[in-house]
T-cell receptor, first 110, second 114 residues
Framework: EDQVTQSPEALRLQEGESSSLNCSYT??????LFWYRQDPGKGPEFLFT???AGEEKEKERLKATLTKKESFLHITAPKPEDSATYLC???????????FGAGTRLAVHP | DAGVIQSPRHEVTEMGQEVTLRCKPI?????LFWYRQTMMRGLELLIY????????DSGMPEDRFSAKMPNASFSTLKIQPSEPRDSAVYFC????????????FGPGTRLLVL
């Protein structure tokens, strides 16, 4: 069964304190791994798609990487406006639909 | 583009009443998805359409739930009769085609069944 596990569940950082969020997955043939950001009361906002191991993508202070078993979302010198829940999702060869992890709640304090 | 549009944004109803949620996908997108998000179960796919045709409804919890897509620019998710356990945030998302597969989400409808 396809499965996505995100860790930690919650993370508190000081402004400027870099860290990483983890998304480990078990799927029958990965077709894509997606990162979304969700602010309270809003829908998930697309950040990145990664398709193959070794691939990396960057956007402002965020950088996503992918291996055969997990993905990391690195946050460099975060700011309070980076506070949100970050969701990871996979699209497997077995199912034509996204399987979401439970998310990591990130809080960045000034 | 206005993005995915959902209405209403908030709905409060009493148990047993019919609830209809509405979605307008991004123009030109061939796929439409309905999700439900709760604290306990996270984000779950209920059903998705391709070119207005339902493809996979295995996530629909029970017969009380139904979804339609009469045309490329409109879809509804109906709950009849509603129950307190249906309280959740319901999201609609759309994507352009299978090759791209990036889904863009609407703002959601927050449903409370009393």
């Amino acid at each position: 069964e396809d499965q996505v596990t995100q860790s930690p569940e919650a993370l508190r950082l000081q402004e400027g304190e870099s860290s990483s969020l983890n998304c480990s997955y078990t799927v029958s043939g990965l077709r894509g791994l997606f990162w979304y950001r969700q602010d309270p009361g809003k829908g998930p906002e697309f950040l990145f798609t990664l398709y193959s191991a070794g691939e990396e993508k960057e956007k402002e202070r965020l950088k996503a990487t992918l291996t055969k078993k997990e993905s990391f979302l690195h946050i460099t010198a975060p700011k309070p406006e980076d506070s949100a829940t970050y969701l990871c999702a996979v699209l497997s060869g077995g199912y034509n639909k996204l399987i979401f992890g439970a998310g990591t709640r990130l809080a960045v304090h000034p | 583009d206005a993005g995915v549009i959902q209405s209403p944004r908030h709905e409060v109803t009493e148990m047993g009443q019919e609830v209809t949620l509405r979605c307008k996908p991004i123009s030109g997108h061939d796929y439409l998805f309905w999700y439900r998000q709760t604290m306990m179960r996270g984000l779950e796919l209920l059903i998705y359409f391709n070119n207005n045709v339902p493809i996979d409804d295995s996530g629909m919890p029970e017969d009380r739930f139904s979804a339609k897509m009469p045309n490329a620019s409109f879809s509804t998710l109906k709950i009849q009769p509603s129950e307190p356990r249906d309280s959740a945030v319901y999201f609609c998302a759309s994507s352009q085609d299978r090759a791209q597969e990036t889904q863009y989400f609407g703002p959601g409808t927050r449903l409370l069944v009393l």
